[in-house]
């Protein structure tokens, strides 16, 4: 009995022992690594000179048709989609900053594309889209109804 108690007491002290080294190695090698100093290196370009810039020329009809006349301003093609209920303006933020404006755009979108496109902006599930029927809201708002 004392013999194998005596086994297991320097088996363990061993186990202890080599561990213990195994762990300093292991420090010590990453350490020599992570010492030295890190050089980038950087390849340096010789100077051109810069091109000349073409000048872009578009057909006048384009112009004139982006431009808006004083009487329509911007806001008023865009719809207040905070009105749906469980619309806040996060939510209105992000159906502004995927191109959504207007009660009709919303009305003809899908639960399910709506939430994906969402997705990069701020996080809503289909599901709370059709509980909460933004789809529907947009459009009764969007033939006039107010119910």
Not at 8 to 19: E, F, K, M, Y
Not at 121 to 136: F, L, N, P, S
Request: aromatic share 2%; charged share 30%.
């Amino acid at each position: 009995m004392q013999k194998t108690a005596r086994n297991l007491a320097v088996l363990g002290t061993g186990l202890g022992v080599s561990a213990v080294v195994g762990w300093l190695l292991l420090r010590e090698s990453k350490r020599s690594r992570d010492d030295g100093p890190s050089r980038i290196l950087v390849r340096s370009q010789t100077r051109q000179e810069p091109e000349e810039i073409k000048e872009i020329v578009l057909p006048l009809e384009a112009l004139e048709s982006d431009e808006q006349t004083p009487d329509t301003p911007a806001a008023a093609t865009e719809d207040d989609l905070t009105v749906i209920k469980d619309i806040g303006q996060r939510f209105a933020d992000a159906l502004h900053a995927i191109g959504i404006t207007r009660y009709d755009q919303l009305a003809g979108q899908t639960p399910d594309d709506l939430a994906a496109r969402l997705a990069p902006h701020v996080t809503v599930r289909a599901q709370r889209i059709r509980d909460k029927d933004w789809i529907g809201q947009a459009a009764r708002l969007a033939s006039g109804q107010t119910s």
